[in-house]
């Protein structure tokens, strides 16, 4: 029992109690007032309840009121100390004018109040969860009632399925998923029922075969029956194109990296050749057996060039700079669809739909037509792989002539820039339609193989370090006075070379006519209307080619021709006057590989002020020497930084390969091995382009070739004597 204190006017209540009161009820009571003063300030409840009211009605409790002072201080305490002992309940008591019962109640209420409170949040959220999984239940349930069997698609019941099947499922899952985020389009395909597939090398159904528009990012000058053929691939065929591009990616890092017995050194002791039957044990499903009259090409190759690996990886994944970088290769190329652009802002898991027709640059190989996916993937930090595989069983034609397995590179980043890159290339192909002078060099493997798509990354790798040099290096010479004219320079010769090999070798966008009884070696003319192009020369522009055998090794036929000194011996256009070199820009380490703006000095004086543009390249497998006559008033404005995409330019030239009878079938230096000599020119015949191609003018081209071949062999077989 204890007296009540004095506190604030107005807040003072009397506890009525008696003698026989029991401790318990009095405990009791207490509670119940001390409660009530927990949920309402002192400040707040009056209703007649004040101390100065005395004639309060009978039967109504009197409660006392906490202050606002006294609540806000024990709610304070409160927050510190829920559950405060003896001492601590006798000093608050004393601080705020109570009594320590009081404060123990207080405190034993407080405690309650917040429990209640924290009960119903926690059984708001459960019965959150509760309709949450309920609604899940409900959705499983459906979807278990039309649960089909994905082997016979009939109904299924819950509990059929064996516990392995049950895990192989998961797994399957798993690896489906694996895919999907590879490919980078998950969404459209996670959920969906299992395909069953089939086998990769079984026969598909034919489609039928549109002719239309062909979407994609790249451009197609020009298509043959094959590739006119093929589009875009429809959604169904897509989870099957994912699959056979990761399992070409494994395939390809296992030829890159396995030696024997799955590579095999050929006698020369330097190539190596791959064991077929190994193969077919190693790789037993791939896409197929080898179709009936096709022959096997398979070949490998490593080399160190001077290009980061991230910069050598945006070149294969990107169409226009492949085909660029390529173009002795690749004659055209185009992206149908792009199934996946790569995740982490890179082209880790890049796939890409494409065609592309590989060239050998004379018009009497016939080229290879390919529609294929390319894969990209990094394997580890500083490690990407890009693959290749045909898709040709989901589009049959019957003039498929080649069909590519996993081909690609393997590249590895090295210390300083370089890249080490492994290339494997390997092709089934019909050749029956080449020419028996070219028969040697493509069935030795090395006019498509991979040395030859190596040494030409190579080349055009040290051309592109030598475009982004900063500073002109000593050895150029002549009229180029600054960085931007060397530059400007640089990108018309690039201009020229891809133009010249375009149009030189027998791709399925020209129509060669064959010229007889002409004393020439199979003289080849086509003729092309040039309209509205800045890059060429309005008008008429005929084509001529031809392709012959010299007994003479092809680094010397590649000197003899890039030699401005001994140009006089075969140019008829140059009048026998001398030639001087105005300009040098080397772009290799082998001296032959420079660009050159040559001036002819002749005793024409229509001629006099000639000017060509030169460039000569040269590696293992391969030379060039391209030409073409360009304005003096548009080369000023060239070496001066302008734009050379104005230029107009019509380029000749030869195109030098071994004749395959070397081992290593490349560019002997020791002199061994005949040379594959393509000669081409182009010329204006008639400025206006809806002229009529008069015979006059084919007979002078024809002329101008067969001179120049007679005047070539001439003296080459004088200096072989």
Known sequence: MFQPNNMMEGQLHPLEMTQNTSESTEIARMRDEEFDSTTKSGSENHEGASGDDQNPRPKKKRYHRHTQHQIQEMEAFFKECPHPDDKQRKELGRELGLEPLQVKFWFQNKRTQMKTQHERQENTQLRTENEKLRADNMRYREALSTASCPNCGGPTAVGQMSFDEHHLRLENARLREEIDRISAIAAKYVGKPVVNYPLLSSPVPARPLDFGAQPGTGEMYGAGELLRSISAPSEADKPMIIELAVAAMEELVRMAQVDEPLWITSFDGITSVLNEDEYIRTFPRGIGPKPTGFKCEASRETALVIMNHINLVEILMDVHQWSTVFSGIVSKASTLDIL???????????????TAEFQVPSPLVPTRESYYVRYCKQHAEGTWAVVDVSLDNLRPSPTLRCRRRPSGCLIQEMPNGYSKVTWVEHVEVDDRGVH?????LVSSGHAFGARRWVATLDRQCERLASVMATNIPTGDVGVITNQDGRKSMLKLAERMVISFCAGVSASTAHTWTTLSGTGADDVRVMTRKSVDDPGRPPGIVLSAATSFWLPVSPKRVFDFLRDENSRSEWDILSNGGAVQEMAHIANGQDTGNCVSLLRVNSANSSQSNMLILQESCTDRTASFVIYAP??????????????PDYVALLPSGFAILPDGTTNAGGLADDGSGGSLLTVAFQILVDSVPTAKLSLGSVATVNNLIACTVERIKASLSCENT
């Open 340 to 354: 996946s652009t790569g995740v982490a802002g890179n082209y880790n898991g890049a796939l890409q739909v494409m």
């Open 436 to 440: 028996n002078l070219y028969k040697q």
């Open 630 to 643: 360009v304005d003096i008033v548009a080369m000023n404005v060239v070496l001066n930084g302008g734009d």
